[in-house]
């Protein structure tokens, strides 16, 4: 099979973009992302020149013709955390589903892949997911949609639920893809959170943090991930990492932290990444904050379930 041709909108880091290229099987031939700290981290990881105008202002004729679009369009006005807008956010960022549109409907993909929060579905009476299925229903997309999470889907210890959406043309394709069976979740935190290595010391809380008795008492056990939720701390039963946010790291708090030999410590950059699925040899730039690094890895989706649904849509190509 010959690869099929990718374009990438929203890319951050390519999260999407590596699931899909891991497969052997697809090849990304363009990514638009503007923010200018994610593109450092993608091109660090890829030969891609990552295109970092606002999407708004690119035309579709600059985008090349493509097959597959790639999208994990930004969230914020879907999320029940966020402004719950919709697309009528004030900020004008749950219209950016438009751009997509704008562009598929001129550019036909073949297939077109779509990543969002669960809760995209029953946003405004479920009226913001109806207007998304009628825009790719008019375009000509019969489409198949389903709520994934990472613990189930992925092979990777954290709780993480998405919606993923994937679109086809070819009415034949759309009939014989079906989203992957779960998988046994074997990794291990501590495949991903290295519990011995002592790290940079500012990872670590000491009697200066105001909660820090709050932390010694209730943090006691190694081995399970726990969440600083404004006043209390949470420990994560299930032996996962809690869902990762884009927010984590602003205000010191959402980090997940872990009680290591050498005290108690939030995640590094490196384990948030690990824990959305990325490899072990993903470069992180060396000279970017760490408050950086965190969104952008809160922000990106965990790859081997991308990887699963892509190797799915192999199986039917
Ligand atoms: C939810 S994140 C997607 C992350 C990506 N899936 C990954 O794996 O890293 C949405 C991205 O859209 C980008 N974005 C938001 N508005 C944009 C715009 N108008 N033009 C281009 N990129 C935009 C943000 O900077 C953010 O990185």
Redesign the pocket.
Known sequence: MKKLKCASF???????DLGFEQTGKFEVVYA????EY?VKTYQENSSIKVDCR???TVKTEEIPDFDVMLA?F??QAFSIAGYREGFKDKKG?GE?FFQLERIFVEKKPKIIFL?NVKNLVGHDNGNTFRVILDCLHNAGYKVKYQVLNAMNYGNIPQNRERIYIVAFRDEDLYNKFNFPDPVKLTTKLNDVIDFNKKQDSKYYYTDKCPFYDTLVNDMTKTNTVYQWRRIYVRENKSNVCPTLTANMGTGGHNVPLVKVKHGIRKLTPMECFLIQGFPKTFKLPKDMANTRLYK?AG???VVPVINNIANEIVKIM
């Open positions: 929203f890319a951050g880091v390519g999260g999407i638009n992302e503007f923010d994610a606002d999407i708004n994990g930004p969230c960022r950016l990543e952008q922000n990106s989706v």
